[in-house]
């Protein structure tokens, strides 16, 4: 213990026992962060003041080097992409040094971290690998004039990263898998849709099957949190989700989308149907499965995985019903994803998730500015609506106001 | 048990990267096995529409196998065994069917149907190209490609014939070709030329 640091009337040492105990618990029970704890523990001197300064500096290295890896990595994916004459070699040459370099990549992130000590900058490495094996994939693609769109260079790149996020806990190699797997399942399904020759169905069908994948990956998040070997492997999982979930009902709230009159509706391929089919029951068995994990305290949980559940089913249908009237449908979507957005800030409001509340007004300001452009209102038309959704939620949060000035008095009644 | 848990990390660690290569070799392997195995065919390309011809670092391609005119009894996205012959120094289709044929065929999907032809594809429809040569094979008068075929009708590219010789990216410009007969890029740049070189053999080395 640094008593020299202690604040002058300094308590006893049975209180700064018990203080460092539960500060222990609490970063446990993610009451407070690293960065309180640390706060907490230099104003009572149990710490020395640098400590505050350190947890700064890890934080900024952290971030540095995920920026500079990212940076590297796009660099060589660029270097190598651009196939320049004056990088032009031998083709076993060129296969053996992308091999290598992903070799390579691993081991310099796995010495740096666990030989070396360097914790951030190793996972930084070992970041830069999973991005370059995914260029490796593509770079030995272009090797043999594999075709560019083929969905099956990112089921590779996703089962070759996907159990190294596990394995490292990584949470960045996490959001990358997720975001490769969702690339390459939209990938197929356009494929599939393409030999239709409708873009505007296959954009439809793209669209639902995202509004499948987001609730998919949102009830992996509630999974993953409940478990705890998993649990910092939650964030990924429930930004992704709820941020897919919410482009997908955005996406499907352009009013040109629906307008199909001179197209023909394709039937539902086989393959897509099936692959819809099992997403959704996924979805289903994650919810299932995180509500078993938090029988104790479902808190929100109930709610969001009703939300949930209702896209699922919602972008079932909208990718088998055919819309033969665009207005109407497009505004439906529109007022759900108002509906998202509003339980999205509840749900932050309930959980202290910044990162909900941020995501909703995000997406809501993004919402509105595009909406004022896609509608072809008269002018009169767009004040009105403007007038009206303004008003509604003006009276929500009027009412939210009484609600909360209720709890209030009660607080302070009893 | 420490020791214990670290060598197992270890090992899983390993692994992951052992799979990330064995998956890498599952691209190349049968690629390498066609190039190697196959037989080599000439096949000749048809002019596409020239905004999509060329994206990013590759060459969209499309060759009169690609239409198939008077077979029916196909469903989009079903497998094609096409038969080839050949017919001069390129090789064309001499049948059409839902099981491999005898002889030398190529292994497709039907990706359209219109009423007298069907679209195939055959996975060699992409050629990559250095960056910004693609405008050489843009502005050529005729496009041959050699591929690779294995006895199971996979094909893969070995490289191109651009004007009947081979492709060859940093050819240079003000080199005056044999035939007078400059090419002019729509853009007026100065005119492409191309030197003139033998006329490979089936046994050309690959140019990728």
Known sequence: MDS???????????????????????????????????????????????????????????????????????GIILLIASNRQEFDLPRGLKVALIMGT??????????????????????????????????????VGQIYNVQPDEPRLLLYWFVGVVPLAYLLRSSPILALSALVAAAGLGMQAAVWMEYS?????TAIRVLSLYGILGPLYYGLAWLHEGLPPLRDLHRPLQVIGLVMSLAALFGLGFTGLFDLTDESIPDMLGRLVLTYSLL?????????????????????????AVAALALVALAFVT??????????????????LAAALLGTVAVGVARDSEAHINIALGSFAILVLTRYFDWALDLFDRSLFFLGAGALVLAVAFLLESYRRRLLRQVRGG | MMENRTTLFRLAFLAVVALQVALLLVIIVPKERTLATGEEVVLQTVPVDPRDLFRGDY?????????????????????IYVGLMQQGDVWDVRSASQSPPDGLYIKGRVTEIRPDSLDVEYGIESYFVPEGSGSIIENADDVKVRVAIDSSGNAAVKGLLVDGEPFKPN???????????????????PPLVTTPEPVPTPAATPTN
Not at chain 1, 324 to 332: H, N, W
Not at chain 2, 59 to 79: C, E, H, K, P, W
Request: with cysteine; net charge positive.
């Open chain 1, 197 to 201: 020759g409708s873009e505007q169905v």
């Open chain 2, 171 to 189: 050819q240079p410009e003000e080199t005056p070709k044999a035939a007078p007969t400059p090419v002019v890029t729509p853009d007026a740049s």
């Open chain 1, 102 to 139: 992903t070799v390579f990549l691993y081991a310099l992130g796995y010495v740096l971290k666990y030989e070396l000590r360097f914790p951030r900058v190793g996972d930084a490495i070992t970041f830069l690998g999973a991005i370059f094996y995914g260029a490796a994939v593509f770079l």
């Open chain 2, 59 to 79: 060459v969209n391609l499309r060759y009169t196998i690609s239409t198939l005119r008077g077979y029916a009894g196909f469903a989009v996205g079903d497998r």
């Open chain 1, 319 to 336: 990718a088998y019903v055919p819309i033969e009237k665009p207005e109407p449908a497009a505004a439906l979507y529109n007022i759900l």
């Open chain 1, 280 to 304: 959704s029951a996924a979805t289903v068995v994650s919810f299932g499965a995180a509500f078993y994990l938090w029988r104790r305290s479902l808190a929100s949980l109930p709610y969001e």
């Open chain 1, 4 to 74: 020299e640091n202690r604040p002058q009337d300094s308590p006893g040492d049975d209180f700064l026992g018990r203080l460092q105990a539960e500060v222990e618990r609490w970063q446990q029970e993610r009451l407070i962060g690293a960065r309180q704890a640390a706060a907490i523990l230099c104003h009572y001197g149990l710490r020395p003041p640098t400590a505050v300064r350190v947890w700064r500096l890890g934080r900024l290295a952290s971030i540095l080097a995920v920026v500079g890896a990212i940076l590297v990595g796009v």
